[in-house]
């Protein structure tokens, strides 16, 4: 019985952490003013198969499979956003349609940590992409695009970059928040070093 519990509470404390995700995405709330503890994010994800020469097209995800990425607040003693008293947002984004986002975050370092497919064990990966939010600032982190293999083979996996994709991107934000895209300034989100094993 003792064995049971032990495999059990690692399952509950993670179900409990999701459980207590915030959505990235505000830009469907009234945003206040920032105030000198608030700044302001904008960007996107996109995820887009990436089809390999010869490939059919019916191996393609159905457009309506949804990719979770999760972001954590990444303050300097807890840069991997494990502990539990630590904000924890999730953004949802469906397979080929960019998902922008708008999001009001107390000041400081946050990491958009992973990705993962519909919830699924071992579909998704780590991006470990860090930005910042600095009180009184509207900053544009740029589009996170991820390219998934709709066949996974040995040694070939995802990709990810970051792009610019502010004029897209602020021109549809500002028909919701004007004043936001027009004091939005470039700081793109940085792969952040992983340390050596």
């Given at each position: 019985?003792?064995?049971?519990t032990r495999l059990w509470?690692?399952?509950?404390?993670?179900?409990?952490?999701?459980?207590?995700?915030?959505?990235?995405?505000?830009?469907?709330?009234?945003?206040?003013?920032?105030?000198?503890?608030?700044?302001?994010?904008?960007?996107?994800?996109?995820?887009?198969?990436?089809?390999?020469?010869?490939?059919?097209?019916?191996?393609?995800?159905?457009?309506?499979?949804?990719?979770?990425?999760?972001?954590?607040?990444?303050?300097?003693?807890?840069?991997?956003?494990?502990?539990?008293?630590?904000?924890?947002?999730?953004?949802?984004?469906?397979?080929?349609?960019?998902?922008?986002?708008?999001?009001?975050?107390?000041?400081?370092?946050?990491?958009?940590?992973?990705?993962?497919?519909?919830?699924?064990?071992?579909?998704?990966?780590?991006?470990?992409?860090?930005?910042?939010?600095?009180a009184g600032e509207v900053?544009?982190?740029?589009?996170?695009?991820?390219?998934?293999?709709?066949?996974?083979?040995?040694?070939?996996?995802?990709?990810?970059?970051?792009?610019?994709?502010?004029?897209?991107?602020?021109?549809?934000?500002?028909?919701?928040?004007?004043?936001?895209?027009?004091?939005?300034?470039?700081?793109?989100?940085?792969?952040?070093?992983?340390p050596e094993p």
């Amino acid at each position: 019985m003792q064995h049971r519990t032990r495999l059990w509470a690692p399952i509950g404390i993670a179900l409990s952490i999701v459980s207590c995700s915030t959505s990235f995405d505000m830009s469907g709330e009234r945003l206040t003013p920032l105030g000198p503890e608030w700044g302001v994010v904008i960007g996107s994800v996109l995820v887009k198969p990436s089809k390999a020469s010869g490939e059919d097209d019916r191996r393609r995800d159905p457009a309506d499979v949804t990719y979770q990425f999760d972001i954590v607040q990444s303050p300097p003693g807890d840069p991997d956003g494990e502990s539990p008293y630590g904000e924890r947002y999730r953004l949802d984004a469906k397979t080929g349609e960019e998902r922008i986002f708008i999001s009001r975050l107390r000041s400081g370092r946050y990491l958009m940590k992973t990705f993962s497919k519909d919830n699924m064990m071992g579909i998704g990966g780590d991006l470990y992409l860090l930005f910042d939010s600095m009180a009184g600032e509207v900053r544009y982190i740029g589009r996170v695009l991820v390219e998934i293999p709709q066949r996974v083979s040995r040694g070939k996996g995802y990709r990810f970059t970051v792009e610019n994709a502010r004029e897209s991107t602020l021109a549809q934000v500002s028909h919701d928040h004007p004043d936001l895209a027009q004091r939005a300034v470039d700081v793109p989100m940085r792969a952040r070093e992983r340390p050596e094993p």
